[in-house]
């Protein structure tokens, strides 16, 4: 009976003909159209979406019942950082076949405090801090698709999740340029938040 209340109040609220928004966990608001957009098979995720998604999946990290499927401890930001790291990258080499057009020093790079909270575990809503976790899940949309970086901490390795990987040509420069920005600007943030100091992990095998 409850699901049927729930299943009952969904449908009144996205066929509603008047526009409403409902607040879902991610940093906007989201109307009737969000949903619609979700069941619909032939529409495209949007970065709302996945985000949305990925809130629930941290609620079940943290769930005493469910976080026992979950055998390394993660954290996972949203969509925004990825395309704020591109964004800044993008300013330094706007063509990755192309030599960078001002020189970039690591250990003059003032990194923006929005991207400290993330390692500080303040953002988004469902953030961890770095430093208590095994991995950090960074989605992003590269391609013209989405798909999922994991930072493994202990010895700074990032593997790409890409379930469109077998439609892709095998081009491994391609896909280093398209983790550039990731493999650049993350030990940077490490470093800024005090992320070393706080885990006490070595910087053995890190490369900026």
């Known amino acids: 009976m409850k699901m049927m209340e729930v299943n009952r109040k969904y449908n009144a609220f996205v066929n509603d003909p008047n526009l409403l928004f409902r607040y879902i966990g991610i940093d906007v608001s989201v109307s009737q159209s969000f949903f619609r957009e979700l069941e619909d098979p032939e529409e495209w995720l949007a970065i709302e979406h996945v985000d949305a998604y990925l809130n629930l999946l941290c609620k079940r990290k943290n769930d005493p019942m469910e976080k026992k499927q979950f055998k390394r401890k993660v954290a996972v930001v949203d969509c925004a ?52 976790v095994d991995d950090v899940i960074v989605p992003c949309f590269v391609g013209g698709s989405h798909w999922v970086f994991s930072v493994v901490l202990g010895n700074w390795d990032i593997t790409i999740y890409d379930s469109n990987a077998h439609l892709l040509p095998n081009n491994p420069k391609h896909r280093q340029e398209q983790v550039l920005p990731l493999r650049r600007l993350f030990p940077l943030i490490c470093k800024k938040s005090g992320y070393f100091d706080d885990s006490k992990r070595k910087k053995q095998g890190l490369i900026v």
Do not use: R
């Open 81 to 132: 950082f990825f395309n704020e790291l591109t964004l800044i990258w993008s300013q330094i080499q706007p063509d990755f076949h192309l030599p960078l057009k001002k020189a970039f020093y690591p250990g003059k790079f003032d990194v923006p405090l929005d991207l400290i909270e993330y390692a500080k575990g303040n953002k988004p809503a469902w953030g961890t801090a770095w430093n208590s």
